[in-house]
């Protein structure tokens, strides 16, 4: 059965630094894997989805790689800033159907 | 081009009533999903619907029940409510070739 996983739970961060986020998956036999972006109060929002053929995908100042042989993902946000406080999630297809299993999330804080 | 739409945004219930979630989407696609999402725990998926006329058990569907109106409405039905369904909500909605999930602003409910 497919676990993913993120560490850490809640991160923060002066303004200008740059960060990653870790997302684990136990099942390396994935279509693909997104992440999202889920503001308080609010749904989630598609950042960027990499194809399992891929190795990264960029997205102006975010940038996510994945290594399926170590079911691990990275999300990379360069020069943070306090618009960026949010909580990230990343997921993984079950199949072609479009059920997601999800990490529990890393919630961003970046100070001003 | 209003996405996919949840109502309502927010409701109290007392232990034993029941409550229907309504869900819609205007994007035409095929397949449509209800995840719940609770602190520490992500989301997870409760009963989707690959098309029309079809439903399927996710991850965690006891207690609820669903119905697929009509390609653009999805019903998630608390027939009894209990506090361990207290949780936010998730609609979203999902056409293969465009890959990602698309997802509503959320249900948040609480019962007492």
């Known amino acids: 059965k497919q676990e993913v996983t993120q560490i850490p739970a809640a991160l923060s961060v002066p303004e200008g630094e740059n960060l990653v986020l870790n997302c684990s998956f136990t099942?390396?036999?994935?279509?693909?894997l997104q992440w999202f972006r889920q503001d308080p109060g609010k749904g989630l929002t598609s950042l960027l989805l990499?194809?399992?053929?891929?190795r990264e995908q960029t997205s102006g100042r975010l940038n996510a790689s994945l290594d399926k042989s170590s079911g691990r993902s990275t999300l990379y946000i360069a020069a943070s800033q306090p618009g960026d406080s949010a909580t990230y999630l990343c997921a993984v297809p079950t199949s072609n159907t479009g059920k997601l299993i999800f990490g529990q999330g890393t919630t961003l804080q970046v100070k001003p | 081009n209003a996405g996919v739409t949840q109502t309502p945004k927010f409701q109290v219930l007392k232990t034993g009533q029941s409550m229907t979630l309504q869900c819609a989407q205007d994007?035409?696609?095929?397949?449509m999903y209800w995840y719940r999402q609770d602190p520490g725990m992500g989301l997870r998926l409760i009963y989707y619907?690959?098309?029309?006329?079809?439903?399927d058990k996710g991850e965690v569907p006891n207690g609820y029940n669903v119905s697929r109106l009509n390609k653009r409405e999805f019903s998630l039905r608390l027939e009894s409510a209990a506090p361990s369904q207290t949780s936010v909500y998730f609609c979203?909605?999902?056409?293969?070739?465009?890959?990602?999930?698309?997802f509503g602003p959320g249900t948040r409910l609480l019962v007492l």
């Open positions: 990499i194809q399992s053929s891929q």
């Open positions: 619907s690959a098309s029309e006329g079809t439903t």
């Open positions: 994007m035409n696609h095929n397949s």
């Open positions: 099942d390396s036999a994935i279509y693909n």
């Open positions: 979203a909605s999902f056409e293969r070739n465009q890959e990602t999930q698309y």
